[in-house]
């Protein structure tokens, strides 16, 4: 019982205040089409630790950041993760509103997140690397204001 309640417990997550606000207006917005996954994103920017963009440390995953994880199957994977408008399974590209999209968020290198697919399937990630997009003007400017 003990070592089901520790592996189910989730890890620490860091969050940009940016993006804090963008993917709590998009969790509430997609309430009505997507209300599970919705629901699990809102659940774990709550739970999030909130900082300015420009503290979040390099090694965490935030939006548009490529990452490259380890799922239970022993598989590993590369992805980028996107908004809905900018995803394409074909490129890696995940939406944050998917289901494995939400669980990555936040999540720094070697933590490990379990997290429940489409399937109804518990399934279980590592984070092995995360990389950084380049910033972007707009993105500068907001984060110096």
Same mark, same amino acid.
């Given at each position: 019982?003990?070592?089901?309640?520790?592996?189910?417990?989730?890890?620490?997550?860091? @969050? #940009?205040?940016? $993006?804090?606000?963008?993917?709590?207006?998009?969790?509430?917005?997609?309430? #009505?089409?997507?209300?599970?996954?919705? !629901? !699990?994103?809102?659940?774990?920017?709550?739970?999030?630790? @909130?900082? +300015?963009?420009?503290?979040?440390?390099?090694?965490? @995953?935030?939006?548009?950041?490529? *990452?490259?994880?380890?799922? $239970?199957?022993?598989?590993?994977?590369? @992805?980028?993760? *996107?908004?809905?408008?900018?995803?394409?399974?074909?490129?890696?590209?995940? #939406?944050?509103?998917?289901?494995?999209?939400?669980?990555?968020?936040?999540?720094?290198?070697?933590?490990?997140?379990?997290?429940?697919?489409? $399937?109804?399937?518990?399934?279980?990630?590592? *984070? *092995?690397?995360?990389?950084?997009? !380049? +910033?972007?003007?707009?993105?500068?400017?907001?984060?110096?204001?």
């Amino acid at each position: 019982m003990t070592q089901l309640k520790k592996s189910s417990r989730k890890p620490r997550i860091i @969050v #940009s205040d940016i $993006d804090y606000k963008r993917l709590t207006n998009l969790a509430s917005g997609a309430q #009505s089409q997507f209300a599970e996954v919705a !629901e !699990e994103l809102q659940a774990e920017l709550d739970r999030a630790k @909130v900082v +300015p963009a420009i503290s979040v440390p390099a090694d965490v @995953v935030q939006m548009g950041s490529t *990452v490259e994880f380890r799922s $239970d199957n022993a598989q590993q994977r590369r @992805v980028t993760l *996107v908004f809905p408008g900018e995803a394409d399974i074909a490129q890696n590209r995940i #939406s944050i509103l998917t289901p494995i999209g939400a669980a990555l968020i936040g999540l720094s290198i070697g933590q490990s997140i379990m997290w429940t697919a489409r $399937d109804g399937r518990k399934h279980e990630l590592t *984070v *092995v690397q995360v990389e950084q997009p !380049e +910033p972007v003007a707009g993105d500068l400017a907001s984060q110096n204001s």
